[in-house]
């Protein structure tokens, strides 16, 4: 097979499922892993995917990749991202988690905390959290998104404004070189903008691959934050940026 074909193949792979493994392409096409990362970084170079840790998938601003891929994607680091954020948050602390794999991840590095209270719009990190008895979990209200089980709409963010929580752990979508922080549904942005407001320290977690992603709705501005955990360090104008804003960069 030709190189030209078999990229062409690996596109129309990665288009149907929305992200692929090196590990799956290697055992589809039979050639090695070094072969499958050179038509993949060539792909990427003329902006027809993303490139990830261990595959690559398809780049969209208006539609984000499918929840089971998200959870895959770049998993170490986002257990590296959540150990560290653990450690920020002392027992019997209150905090919001919202919608997200990485916010997902942090649930089950919190596990080992005592007396937390929690107020989330995401049925999976409740669902976590809720083995562990001393933990007090509220759900929003709200529309449950089939897709990832997140909580959204007006009765969401009507019912998490009652809160006002020491801790606000947020996941992101995209970064921006600006800083803006980037999302898909503007229900969704809504619930984490209302995070924000309502937290007395905010705590972002976003991997490496998040910076410079796009979407479409703006969120707000990564200079709101608090802290920034990320698994290594961003370009120099980032840290710039955050270093002029006190926020404070943790990297893993």
Do not use: W
Request: proline residues 1%; contains cysteine; glycine residues 6%.
């Amino acid at each position: 097979m030709t190189q030209k074909r078999r990229q062409d193949q690996i596109f129309e792979m990665i288009q149907q499922k929305g992200f692929v493994s090196i590990d799956e392409l290697v055992e589809h096409f039979l050639v090695t892993p070094q072969t499958i990362r050179r038509d993949l970084n060539q792909l990427a170079e003329s902006d027809k995917i993303k490139r990830h840790h261990g595959g690559a998938g398809i780049e969209s601003s208006t539609v984000n990749t499918a929840y089971q891929t998200r959870k895959i994607m770049n998993l170490e680091a986002k257990q590296k991202i959540a150990t560290a954020i653990a450690k920020q948050i002392p027992d019997g602390s209150s905090l919001f988690i919202n919608i997200g794999t990485t916010t997902e991840t942090v649930a089950q590095a919190l596990l080992h905390h005592k007396n937390l209270q929690i107020v989330t719009n995401n049925l999976h990190v409740a669902t976590i959290l809720s083995v562990k008895e001393d933990f007090k979990i509220i759900i929003a209200a709200g529309e449950v998104r089939h897709r990832d089980g997140g909580i959204i709409g007006e009765a969401t963010v009507d019912f998490m404004n009652q809160f006002q929580m020491d801790f606000g752990i947020i996941g992101i979508s995209g970064i921006d070189e600006d800083g803006s922080l980037l999302d898909f549904d503007y229900r969704e942005v809504r619930v984490a903008q209302m995070i924000i407001n309502n937290s007395r320290q905010v705590l972002l977690g976003a991997d490496s691959d998040k910076f410079g992603r796009s979407a479409m709705v703006r969120l707000g501005n990564i200079t709101q934050m608090d802290h920034v955990f990320t698994e290594k360090s961003p370009s120099q104008d980032m840290c710039r940026l955050l270093k002029e804003h006190n926020v404070v960069l943790h990297t893993s």
